[in-house]
């Protein structure tokens, strides 16, 4: 009896050291993952701290372009230009730039409209500048996008495909010659109305002669 009063008392506390590793490595697991997805606060061992609610500028890269202007995000923007007294069928790029590097560039690839002129549907005057050429071959054809905008007449139609989806029409007014170093100027305020001019070179007459051409709105069609 008295063995195995000894014995006894053995045989019940294995189960219980049995136990508590079990539950000892099960805390560890569960501590273990709540860790990983940020469940755990610092304070417990005090080896981190909390993440900062707040990052500083210079912190960051930076971002954009200084030659960028703030996104226009309420206007309607020219996506295409047709003029079917010319054959004219072509997108339109809308870049948020006056840097006149940056702009070259873009138009190998088509008209562009100037960033500061009117948007659809505004009081103002839509600026839409393009290449012309008059080399009978050309590699890439926007460098004569705007080729024959000089023989338009009064009257002549010209619909601007907005991006949403609806389009503009304008009638032309007129279309003149001037020089670049003539110190010409081109109205952009409101108080003229709702006009669209477009503008391109005269390579005949010399770099910096400039046919301009303005129409005047009609209404949406």
């Not at 730039?97 to 690839?109: N, S, V």
């Not at 952009?188 to 503008?199: F, N, R």
């Amino acid at each position: 009896m008295e063995n195995e009063a000894k014995t006894l008392p053995a045989g019940r506390q294995a189960p219980k050291r049995v136990f508590f590793a079990a539950t000892l490595v099960m805390f560890f697991s569960v501590l273990s993952i709540a860790d990983s997805i940020g469940f755990v606060p610092c304070a417990i061992d005090g080896s981190c701290t909390a993440a900062p609610q707040t990052v500083a500028l210079s912190n960051l890269p930076q971002l954009g372009d200084s030659t960028a202007l703030a996104l226009k995000t309420t206007g309607v923007l020219p996506a295409r230009i047709t003029i079917g007294a010319i054959g004219l069928d072509l997108p339109v790029q809308n870049p948020y730039t006056r840097d006149i590097e940056k702009l070259d560039a873009l138009l190998p690839k088509g008209p562009v409209r100037y960033v500061d002129s009117a948007e659809l549907g505004r009081s103002g005057n839509m600026i839409i500048f393009a290449h012309s050429s008059q080399l009978p071959i050309v590699r890439n054809k926007m460098f004569q996008a705007f080729n024959n905008i000089h023989e338009l007449k009064a009257g002549d139609a010209i619909t601007l495909m907005g991006t949403d989806g609806k389009s503009y029409l304008y009638n032309v007014e007129s279309v003149t010659k001037t020089d670049v170093e003539a110190g010409t100027t081109i109205d952009l305020s409101p108080s003229i109305g709702t006009k669209l001019t477009l503008v391109t070179c005269d390579t005949l007459a010399g770099k910096s002669a400039r046919y301009i051409l303005e129409a005047q709105f009609v209404g949406v069609i």
